[in-house]
T-cell receptor
Framework: EPEVTQTPSHQVTQMGQEVILRCVPISNHLYFYWYRQILGQKVEFLVSFYNNEISEKSEIFDDQFSVERPDGSNFTLKIRSTKLEDSAMYFC??????????????FGPGTRLTVL | KQEVTQIPAALSVPEGENLVLNCSFTDSAIYNLQWFRQDPGKGLTSLLLIQSSQREQTSGRLNASLDKSSGRSTLYIAASQPGDSATYLCAVRKFTGANSKLTFGKGITLSVRP
């Protein structure tokens, strides 16, 4: 069964460093999302992406964050200068357009980001 | 602003018991609602999706119902097993766009005792 994949599974970085989290969405999906979950907290929406542009973003998604679909398969989240409070599990998700799927979002296994 | 609440935060039941997990949301203008399972340190597995026009969905021992007007959904698990132990999250998508964001509850951590 097709699935969303994410790499790396765990990333450790120093405060102030740039990180890029990578995702490969399900191949025929058109809508892509990033969410994060701080330990013990709710899963929070960061950004959605469609047709090579951001369609929606939250207050969390400030100028330090950016997303890109550099080729036909990858979807990346870049954090320009990491802060301690960016430590969280980051989930990528994708959905198809309409039809019987009702735009169900499928999630990847997550990347655990630890900022020291 | 949509708020999703799941109470209680944790639940422990003996194996074989039928159980109901509750989810409530403040804004009834939703497009759909998804129930997810999350194992410790792992990703989110979609269990069931209910469109706003539907009343319930079933998959195996799981049944999810939706009462949009009262802002409630329940996930019914029949004949619980130790392998059902996990955190169960509900999430709603607002009506402004079919591909708009999901808003999550904090989840209910279920422990099924052998």
């Amino acid at each position: 069964e097709p699935e969303v994949t994410q790499t790396p599974s765990h990333q450790v970085t120093q405060m102030g460093q740039e990180v890029i989290l990578r995702c490969v969405p399900i191949s025929n999906h058109l809508y892509f999302y990033w969410y994060r979950q701080i330990l013990g907290q709710k899963v929070e929406f960061l950004v959605s992406f469609y047709n090579n542009e951001i369609s929606e973003k939250s207050e969390i998604f400030d100028d330090q964050f950016s997303v890109e679909r550099p080729d036909g398969s990858n979807f990346t989240l870049k954090i320009r200068s990491t802060k301690l409070e960016d430590s969280a599990m980051y989930f990528c998700a994708s959905s198809a357009q309409g039809g019987s799927s009702y735009n169900e979002q499928f999630f990847g296994p997550g990347t655990r980001l630890t900022v020291l | 602003k949509q708020e999703v609440t799941q109470i209680p935060a944790a639940l422990s039941v003996p194996e074989g018991e039928n159980l109901v997990l509750n989810c409530s949301f403040t804004d009834s203008a939703i497009y759909n609602l998804q129930w997810f399972r999350q194992d410790p340190g792992k990703g989110l597995t979609s269990l069931l999706l209910i469109q706003s026009s539907q009343r319930e969905q079933t998959s195996g021992r799981l049944n999810a119902s939706l009462d949009k007007s009262s802002g409630r959904s329940t996930l019914y698990i029949a004949a619980s097993q130790p392998g059902d132990s996990a955190t169960y999250l509900c999430a709603v998508r607002k009506f402004t766009g079919a591909n708009s964001k999901l808003t999550f509850g904090k989840g209910i951590t279920l422990s099924v005792r052998p």
